[in-house]
């Protein structure tokens, strides 16, 4: 089996991680204990839930921690839809990055499903 730092998906979400703190440095300072955080906490989870679970030693909890990185890979896209509602994001940002998490999503699905 691959490490993980060789499969698509956690490259894919270390990525936009990387991106998403970029992105939050412009927001408007009364966000850094809201939105921002939040974002941040979600991106980073994605990747971090990757690599614990990869590191359980079954892959019934192995599969438990891709479940949670797909629901913080949902609370992005969530995360980003307010951010661009609140023209923090001009919409193009915001497909692009909706597009990548969406992407995320099927290859953590995918992930579930090599797991059982």
């Known amino acids: 089996m691959k490490s993980i730092e060789e499969l ?66 949902g609370e992005m896209k969530y995360q980003l839809l307010l951010t661009k509602d609140l023209e923090y994001i001009d919409e193009n940002t915001y497909n692009d990055l909706r597009s990548n998490y969406e992407r995320i999503s099927q290859m953590l699905t995918g992930l579930a499903k090599s797991l059982k």
């Open 8 to 73: 698509d998906v956690f490259k894919l979400s270390h990525e936009m991680t990387l991106r998403i703190y970029k992105l939050t440095k412009a927001f408007p300072v009364e966000e850094r204990f809201g939105l921002i955080s939040q974002m941040r906490r979600a991106a980073y989870s994605v990747p971090m839930n990757l690599s614990e679970g990869s590191h359980r030693l079954n892959t019934k909890e192995y599969r438990q921690f891709v479940g949670f990185a797909k629901g913080s890979a």
